[in-house]
C-alpha cells in the first residue's frame, strides 16, 4: 500500500481558506459570528469578573473597612451580570440552532451552483463523486469549526491577557504589601 504524501499548505493560503469560511459564514448569517465573538468578550469579562475582581474587592473592602451595604451592591451587580451573561449564552446558543439550517442550506447551495459547472463525465469517477458528497456532507461542520477554532484562539489570547493583568494585580499588591 503506498502512503500518500500531504502536501504542505503555507500559513497564506491557510488565512485565505479560514477567511473564505469566515465570509461564507457572515454572508448566510452575519449574526452567527458577531453573536459568537460577542459571547467570547462577554465570557472573558465574567471570568475576569467572578475570578478576579470579585474576590479581590471583597477581600480589599472587608479589610478597609467599607460598608457591608455598599459591598453587598456590589457583589450583587455582579451576580446581576452572571445571571444576564447565563441568559444571554442561552439565547445565543438557541440562536445557532435555529440558525444553523440557513447556513446550511447557503453552502449548499454553492456546492450545487459549483457543481453544476463540472464536467458530467467527472461524476462518472467513483473517486470523485465520494470526494463531492463527503465535501457536501462536511461543508457545514467544517464551517462551524473554522469558525469556532479561530474564536478559540482569540479566546485564549484574552485569557493571557487576563493571566498576564491578574499578575501585574498581585504583583502591585504584593509591593503595597512589601511597603507596610
Known amino acids: 500500500m503506498k502512503?500518500?504524501?500531504?502536501?504542505?499548505?503555507?500559513?497564506?493560503?491557510?488565512f485565505k481558506n479560514?477567511?473564505?469560511m469566515i465570509g461564507l459564514i457572515m454572508k448566510s448569517c452575519?449574526?452567527?459570528?458577531i453573536l459568537t465573538l460577542v459571547s467570547i468578550i462577554l465570557?472573558?469579562?465574567?471570568?475576569f469578573l467572578l475570578n478576579t475582581y470579585l474576590y479581590q474587592y471583597a477581600l480589599n473592602a472587608l479589610q478597609e473597612g467599607k460598608e457591608l451595604k455598599v459591598i453587598l451592591i456590589?457583589?450583587?451587580?455582579?451576580?446581576?451580570?452572571?445571571?444576564?451573561?447565563m441568559v444571554f449564552q442561552c439565547f445565543s446558543s438557541s440562536y445557532f440552532e435555529l440558525k444553523?439550517?440557513?447556513?446550511?442550506?447557503?453552502?449548499q447551495n454553492l456546492l450545487q451552483k459549483k457543481a453544476a459547472t463540472v464536467d458530467l463525465a467527472c461524476f462518472e469517477s467513483s473517486a470523485f463523486y465520494d470526494t463531492y458528497v463527503k465535501a457536501s456532507g462536511d461543508a457545514t461542520n467544517r464551517a462551524y469549526n473554522v469558525m469556532n477554532n479561530i474564536l478559540d484562539v482569540?479566546?485564549?489570547e484574552i485569557c493571557k491577557r487576563k493571566l498576564f493583568f491578574k499578575y501585574l494585580i498581585f504583583c502591585g499588591q504584593w509591593v503595597q504589601w512589601y511597603k507596610f
Open 43 to 47: 465570557g472573558a469579562v465574567h471570568s
Open 18 to 20: 479560514n477567511g473564505y
Open 100 to 107: 444553523y439550517p440557513i447556513v446550511e442550506a447557503y453552502i
Open 154 to 156: 482569540m479566546k485564549k
Open 30 to 33: 452575519p449574526g452567527v459570528f
Open 74 to 85: 456590589t457583589l450583587g451587580c455582579m451576580f446581576a451580570y452572571s445571571v444576564l451573561y
Open 3 to 14: 502512503i500518500k504524501k500531504r502536501k504542505k499548505i503555507n500559513w497564506k493560503r491557510t
